[in-house]
């Protein structure tokens, strides 16, 4: 699924409508340069999830839970590249996502970063900036059952606008 956004509003708009269908065990995995719209995504994520307030991107401390109608787990790996691609997949998989999936749903920023980690089911999503200065492209991939019925009921809910 293709789309386009024509500004952090409509980024963010669009995350909510995305965070109104996550379901426990959910993982959503963003892709995309240094100031593409990650954050700004996640953002409407959370409020989409029932949380209130902003989503700050956890760079530094790489995980951050919000509290919403089910927990919002927000992951960013930016800092995971480098030299030592063993040992960073090691810090990543130390993280227990696993066990962030058996509570609430998760948001991996930079998740290439760490590509091997999530061979799993997930919501991929690849941002990119469009032609005009706030313009956003999104390419949406359904990888496993539960990801393909997000996708679907997203479309059903106006989510490719």
Same mark, same amino acid.
């Given at each position: 699924?293709?789309?386009?956004?024509?500004?952090?509003?409509?980024? &963010?708009? +669009?995350?909510?409508?995305?965070?109104?269908?996550? #379901?426990?065990?959910?993982? /959503? *995995?963003?892709? $995309?340069?240094?100031?593409?719209?990650?954050?700004?995504?996640? &953002? $409407?994520?959370?409020?989409?999830?029932?949380?209130?307030?902003?989503?700050?991107?956890?760079?530094? /401390?790489?995980?951050?839970?919000?509290?919403?109608?089910? %927990? *919002?787990?927000?992951?960013?790996?930016?800092?995971?590249? $480098?030299?030592?691609?063993? &040992? @960073?997949?090691?810090? /990543?998989?130390?993280?227990?996502?696993?066990?962030?999936?058996?509570?609430?749903?998760?948001? =991996?920023?930079?998740?290439?970063?760490? #590509? %091997? =980690? +999530?061979?799993?089911?997930?919501?991929?999503?690849? *941002?990119?900036?469009?032609?005009?200065?706030?313009?956003? !492209? !999104? =390419? *949406?991939? #359904?990888?496993?059952?539960?990801? =393909?019925? !997000?996708?679907?009921?997203? #479309?059903?809910?106006?989510?490719? @606008?």
């Amino acid at each position: 699924m293709r789309l386009t956004t024509q500004s952090p509003d409509g980024t &963010q708009a +669009f995350g909510q409508r995305l965070g109104a269908l996550l #379901a426990v065990g959910d993982l /959503v *995995l963003l892709r $995309g340069t240094m100031g593409a719209g990650k954050t700004t995504l996640t &953002q $409407g994520i959370a409020w989409g999830a029932g949380v209130t307030g902003y989503a700050h991107s956890p760079t530094f /401390v790489l995980v951050n839970e919000y509290r919403g109608r089910l %927990p *919002l787990y927000h992951l960013d790996l930016y800092r995971f590249a $480098g030299d030592d691609a063993v &040992q @960073s997949l090691g810090e /990543v998989e130390d993280l227990a996502i696993d066990e962030m999936l058996e509570e609430g749903a998760c948001v =991996v920023e930079w998740a290439e970063r760490a #590509a %091997p =980690v +999530f061979a799993g089911d997930h919501l991929e999503i690849a *941002l990119a900036e469009g032609a005009a200065d706030d313009e956003r !492209l !999104l =390419v *949406l991939t #359904a990888h496993g059952e539960r990801p =393909v019925r !997000l996708l679907s009921d997203l #479309a059903n809910s106006g989510g490719t @606008s």
